[in-house]
């Protein structure tokens, strides 16, 4: 394909559309990814946006038909569908971070997952939602409509167990004394405390909420990084044709075989919009 016309097209389909949705297939077999050993949750993101983009747009040729709303970016692979037959065998686990507060993004990739890894339940899907903003504190108001989501799909059996990240031990037990559906688990940052706090773990052990460790940084990617990423992945894209555009959601998930602890797949499913003017 004639690379200068590929950017070209580049320029309108992301003229055109209004929502990005992306899949980087399955990493544990993606032989490109492979090879590199990302610093950071961060930059592993990073990589698999630009792989993808470049994958895609390299695979097909967009046409004028192409130029939708809503453009798909996902490099199917055989291997990413679970079977029936091994559903039992394996858990489905996932982190969702939340860009942007829109309680719909919940559902919508809670819905993306569940289609694309041919499942009708997650087995478990660990919140991040999006930080107060600079020089407030987190207070439970700023959990309860994610959560009351994340019920919702629990209750829909979309979902069976839900967890949290980054609470310390007053908001988690604030949110599990208000909580229909209680936490399962916590997730806390390593770098913010080596040892995990007593009074944390004490509450988690008389709660039965299970406390996890975890390396991501409370902001996985900014607005920047996310358009640096896709300029890398379409080339030759302009300031001025990714400007506006901004990540809603991120979710990474892993397939876990139970009996051997051994990670099958795992993947990043990504949505972004353009910002209206």
Same mark, same amino acid.
């Given at each position: 394909?004639?690379?200068?016309?590929?950017?070209?097209?580049?320029?309108?389909?992301?003229?055109?559309?209004?929502?990005?949705?992306?899949?980087?297939?399955?990493?544990?077999?993606?032989?490109?990814?492979?090879?590199?050993?990302?610093?950071?949750?961060?930059?592993?993101?990073?990589?698999?946006?630009?792989?993808?983009?470049?994958?895609?747009?390299?695979?097909?040729?967009?046409?004028?038909?192409?130029?939708?709303?809503?453009?798909?970016? %996902?490099?199917?692979?055989?291997?990413?569908?679970?079977?029936? =037959? /091994?559903? +039992?065998? #394996?858990?489905? $686990?996932? !982190?969702?971070?939340?860009?942007?507060?829109?309680?719909?993004?919940?559902?919508?990739?809670?819905?993306?997952?569940?289609?694309?890894?041919?499942?009708?339940?997650?087995?478990?899907?660990?919140?991040?939602?999006?930080?107060?903003?600079?020089?407030? %504190?987190?207070?439970?108001?700023?959990?309860?409509?994610?959560? =009351? /989501?994340? +019920?919702? #799909?629990?209750? $829909?059996? !979309?979902?069976?167990?839900?967890?949290?990240?980054?609470?310390?031990?007053?908001?988690?037990?604030?949110?599990?004394?208000?909580?229909?559906?209680?936490?399962?688990?916590?997730?806390?940052?390593?770098?913010?405390?080596?040892?995990?706090?007593?009074?944390?773990?004490?509450?988690?052990?008389?709660?039965?909420?299970?406390?996890?460790?975890?390396?991501?940084?409370?902001?996985?990617?900014?607005?920047?990084?996310?358009?640096?990423?896709?300029?890398?992945?379409?080339?030759?894209?302009?300031?001025?044709?990714?400007?506006?555009?901004?990540?809603?959601?991120?979710?990474?998930?892993?397939?876990?075989?139970?009996?051997?602890?051994?990670?099958?797949?795992?993947?990043?499913?990504?949505?972004?919009?353009?910002?209206?003017?």
């Amino acid at each position: 394909m004639d690379p200068h016309n590929t950017n070209t097209e580049a320029k309108m389909l992301l003229s055109h559309a209004k929502t990005l949705r992306l899949h980087t297939g399955n990493l544990v077999s993606r032989s490109r990814l492979k090879k590199k050993c990302p610093g950071s949750p961060s930059e592993e993101l990073q990589d698999c946006i630009q792989a993808t983009l470049s994958d895609w747009f390299s695979a097909r040729k967009p046409t004028s038909k192409d130029f939708t709303d809503t453009l798909d970016c %996902s490099i199917p692979q055989p291997t990413d569908a679970i079977t029936p =037959e /091994e559903r +039992e065998e #394996l858990k489905v $686990s996932a !982190k969702l971070f939340l860009c942007e507060a829109v309680q719909s993004s919940i559902r919508d990739a809670v819905d993306m997952a569940c289609q694309l890894l041919a499942v009708s339940q997650l087995d478990s899907v660990i919140i991040a939602p999006p930080g107060p903003l600079e020089g407030d %504190s987190l207070l439970l108001a700023h959990l309860q409509p994610a959560w =009351e /989501e994340l +019920e919702a #799909l629990v209750r $829909s059996q !979309k979902i069976a167990a839900i967890g949290t990240s980054d609470l310390d031990k007053d908001l988690l037990e604030q949110l599990y004394n208000w909580a229909q559906v209680k936490p399962s688990s916590d997730q806390v940052n390593l770098a913010s405390c080596c040892v995990m706090p007593p009074d944390l773990t004490a509450f988690a052990k008389e709660f039965d909420i299970q406390l996890l460790t975890h390396n991501d940084p409370k902001e996985l990617m900014s607005a920047a990084t996310f358009q640096e990423a896709v300029k890398g992945g379409l080339q030759d894209l302009q300031d001025q044709d990714v400007n506006d555009w901004r990540l809603e959601w991120v979710l990474r998930y892993s397939i876990i075989v139970k009996s051997r602890g051994i990670i099958k797949a795992k993947g990043y499913l990504v949505s972004a919009r353009k910002a209206s003017h």
